[in-house]
């Protein structure tokens, strides 16, 4: 079955407590992104990546980062977690073209105290 | 103003009722266009791509209307599983992708 996993799908954690969160595709995608959902402000790209190796910021890089040392795997890190990054995060895979879809994960809950 | 606007709603409507959509974006070099259905808590899932030339799917029909830059979603004979937030997406290609803050529906018995 296609699909996109993420882990955990809910986190408790404290500010300044580096944290990870685990992103998977079994659909073979080059095109990898992270976004952030907060009331009132939709989805909002916070990084991106085209192929291995390749990434790039989106509208809300600060504070996070990424990597993509596998074509299946794109992990989210927070160095140092802060109030402000409390929010809903999925994590998506896309194809592009004709036929172009993103694909979502299930979603990961952050609260950062 | 946003790259990509959208009345936030939200639409109550009866079943059976044609509703309509409109979201309008700003970046006139965008290139790809969509509609993403999103239940409440859950991951959005695509609806339809829009094209210029419009595109139907059963009660759903999208138009891109690119000289005033803006994307319209047409839901006929509404259902109680309708109820979503709509969101509309505009991308350039191999580069970022921007979502609208999403239209709420509710159809009501």
């Known amino acids: 079955e296609a699909q996109v996993t993420q882990n955990p799908r809910y986190l408790i954690t404290v500010t300044g407590k580096k944290l990870t969160v685990t992103c998977s595709q079994n659909?073979?995608?080059?095109?990898m992104s992270w976004y952030r959902q907060d009331p009132g402000l939709g989805l909002r790209q916070i990084y991106y990546?085209?192929?291995?190796?390749?990434?790039d910021k989106g509208d809300v890089p600060e504070g996070y980062k990424v990597s993509r040392k596998e074509k299946r795997n794109f992990p989210l890190i927070l160095e140092s977690p802060s109030p402000n990054q409390t929010s809903l995060y999925f994590c998506?895979?896309?194809?592009?073209?004709?036929?172009?879809?993103?694909?979502f994960g299930p979603g990961t809950r952050l609260l950062v105290l | 103003r946003k790259e990509v606007e959208q009345d936030p709603g939200p639409f109550n409507v009866p079943e059976g009722a044609t509703v309509a959509f409109n979201c309008t974006y700003s970046?006139?070099?965008?290139?790809?266009f969509f509609w993403y259905r999103q239940d409440c808590r859950k991951e959005p899932k695509l609806l339809m791509s829009?094209?210029?030339s419009g595109n139907e799917d059963g009660r759903f029909t999208a138009q891109l209307n690119r000289a005033s830059q803006y994307i319209s979603l047409l839901i006929r004979d509404s259902k109680l599983s309708d109820s979503a937030t709509y969101l509309c997406?505009?991308?350039?290609?191999?580069?970022?992708?921007?979502f609208g803050t999403g239209t709420k529906l509710q159809v009501i018995p």
């Open positions: 998506a895979s896309r194809v592009l073209g004709r036929k172009e879809t993103q694909y």
């Open positions: 659909m073979n995608h080059e095109y």
């Open positions: 990546s085209m192929n291995v190796e390749v990434t």
């Open positions: 970046n006139s070099a965008s290139q790809s």
């Open positions: 829009v094209y210029s």
């Open positions: 997406v505009v991308s350039g290609g191999y580069q970022k992708v921007t």
